[in-house]
Each structure stands twice: as structure tokens, then as C-alpha cells.
């Protein structure tokens, strides 16, 4: 029988969001007929590597954000041989990396909004950018920490003393209209989904509260941006040299009529697999159940030892 290790938790601003994730892949891979180690990590590296010895057959890597899925933990388990689920060292630290990833690709042709790198003390003395416009930290995750300027409003001065995710954040104007998302597992991808939410945007309580957010699969947009969105999710994946499963996000303005402009935000090597998250939902209309989407994962590990 397959011996899997399940680490997560971690020491990121998403510890919750992983600890979440985490108990629904270990009850999911017990179903699936694995046998299942869960590793609850905190910042105690020494005790993960106790954790991973005797060595498992697969590690389901259920971290998310920093540490995570930046390509941290991923060469750890290069080092030690062990095959594990989702993007490599490469792959994951390019995506975590908001200003990289949009380097990358933007090289590819693929559509980004109008940004640039900042230094966050300039904030508090002036619009970096015509308003309105996304303040967004470089290396987190799960919209944690981003604030968006509108007209009229007067937080930039506050926004910018209570920075805490270091001495820069990328601006990009802001893509009014929809929140749209789509998964890749391997060389597909999956469908796009529609995600409406009471919230000024799907932010971080949009994401993970109950009833934060109503998801429409597949979404009533016009088809060549449906079409659109699936390609382009597919070639981030693709450039940024990820494997297994991703999900990007976008934005697409369809407030002057469809077909509309569509914008790629980021793609996430680590989906969430939480009960709200987008990834299973996906899956699950491919017909695909959580249980046999771990299983996949878990097939689809490896490692560059």
C-alpha cells in the first residue's frame, strides 16, 4: 500500500486555509485506500524531517503561501528524494512571486493589467497610478493583504504605515467586471467558473467563509472568452513550468458588453482543497470526486532527485 505523507499547516498568513485543506486530503486519501501520515508543520524544521522518517512513498504537500508553495519546502523534498504533489522548486517560487510570475508572462503574450513594482513608503505621498487601482504584497496568497484605491478614498497614508509585507508592493489598475477562475490538471484545462461575492472583491473571507461566495460552473460568459480563459490558464501553467494541478484567476471586464476584456491575475500552484474551494468543485463537474482528485495528485508526484 502506497504510504503517503500529508503535510500541512506551515507558518504562513494561510495556515488556517492549509489546516483546512489538509484534514479534507487526509480523510480523502484514507477513502482512496492509501495509507495516510499526517504531518502537522510549524517552524520547527528538524521536526519535519523526524516526521518524514521512515521515509513515505509520496508527500501531499497541503501547505499554502510562504514556505509552502514558494519553492521552500519543495526543495527540501528534492534534497531528500521524495516525491511530492503539485509544481516544483522552479515552478513554485516563479508563481508565488507576483512581479516575476508577471515578467513571465507577459514574455508569453499572455493579458496582464497595467502595473509596476512600488516602494511603499512613495504611498503615503502620492497615487503611484491613475485610480482605482490594487495594492497587492508580492509573496502572499489567498488575496491576503490586498487593498484596493478607490475615488474618493483616503487610506492610502494608513494602508501604506500599516504595510507588513515588506518595503515594496506591486500596483496594478483595477479590472472592474467579473472574478473568474480556472483549474489545469496536467495538459488540460478543466472549465471556468464564475465567482460572485457580497465583498468589495473575493478576498480573503470571500474565499473561505461559508456562503462567502457563490460559484457558477460553467460560467454564462461569452464563449470565445470561455474559450479564451481555458487557453490562457492552460499557457500560464505551461510558462511558468508547473505540473500536476493549478488554478488561475481572473478578472473580465464585461461592463461595456461581451465579449468583453479578459485579465490574468496569478496562477496557484498549491489550489486550495478546502470544502469552498474552487479546484474540487471543477473536478467534481468533470466528474471527478475529491477522493479520486487526491488519488490523482498523488499519482501525478515527483521530485527532481
Known amino acids: 500500500m502506497t504510504r503517503v505523507a500529508v ?9 488556517d486555509v492549509s489546516l483546512s ?11 482512496a485506500g492509501y495509507d495516510v501520515v499526517p504531518v502537522e508543520v510549524g517552524s520547527d524544521l528538524g521536526a519535519l524531517l523526524r516526521a518524514l522518517d521512515p521515509r513515505p512513498d509520496v508527500v501531499f504537500n497541503a501547505l499554502h503561501g510562504r514556505f ?25 517560487a516563479m508563481a508565488m512571486d507576483k512581479v516575476a510570475a ?29 485610480l482605482p487601482y490594487v495594492i497587492k504584497p508580492i509573496n502572499e496568497g489567498s488575496s491576503v493583504g490586498v487593498e484596493i484605491m478607490r475615488e474618493g478614498g483616503n487610506r492610502r497614508a494608513e494602508i501604506a504605515a500599516g504595510w507588513r509585507f515588506g518595503a515594496t508592493a506591486l500596483v496594478e489598475e483595477f479590472i472592474p467586471g467579473r472574478e473568474l477562475t480556472v483549474g489545469v490538471m496536467g495538459d488540460e484545462a478543466l472549465e471556468v467558473t464564475d465567482i460572485t461575492s457580497a465583498n468589495m472583491f473575493y478576498d480573503y473571507e470571500a474565499k473561505y467563509a461559508d456562503g462567502g461566495s457563490r460559484h457558477v460552473i460553467p460560467a454564462q460568459i461569452h464563449p470565445d472568452i470561455y474559450a479564451q ?4 490558464a492552460l499557457a500560464a501553467h505551461r510558462a511558468l513550468g508547473c505540473r500536476g494541478a493549478t488554478r488561475s484567476d481572473f478578472r473580465y471586464d464585461d461592463t461595456k458588453g461581451e465579449p468583453g476584456r479578459l485579465i490574468l491575475l496569478e496562477t496557484n500552484t498549491q489550489p486550495g482543497l478546502t470544502p469552498t474551494s474552487l479546484m474540487p468543485e471543477q473536478a467534481a463537474y468533470r466528474g471527478m470526486d475529491f477522493p479520486r482528485l487526491c488519488a490523482w495528485m498523488v499519482e501525478n508526484a515527483a521530485c527532481r532527485g
Open 7 to 15: 503535510i500541512y499547516g506551515g507558518m504562513s498568513a494561510e495556515r
Open 21 to 31: 485543506s489538509g484534514r479534507q486530503v487526509i480523510s480523502a486519501l484514507r477513502i
Open 68 to 92: 509552502g508553495e514558494d519553492g521552500a519546502i519543495q526543495g527540501v523534498l528534492d534534497w531528500l528524494g521524495i516525491p511530492y504533489t503539485h509544481s516544483g522548486v522552479r515552478a513554485s
Open 102 to 130: 508577471r515578467a513571465l508572462f507577459i514574455a508569453a503574450g499572455l493579458p496582464v493589467a497595467r502595473g509596476k513594482l512600488v516602494d511603499v513608503a512613495e504611498l503615503e505621498h502620492a497615487d503611484p497610478m491613475p
Open 229 to 232: 480563459a481555458k487557453d490562457v
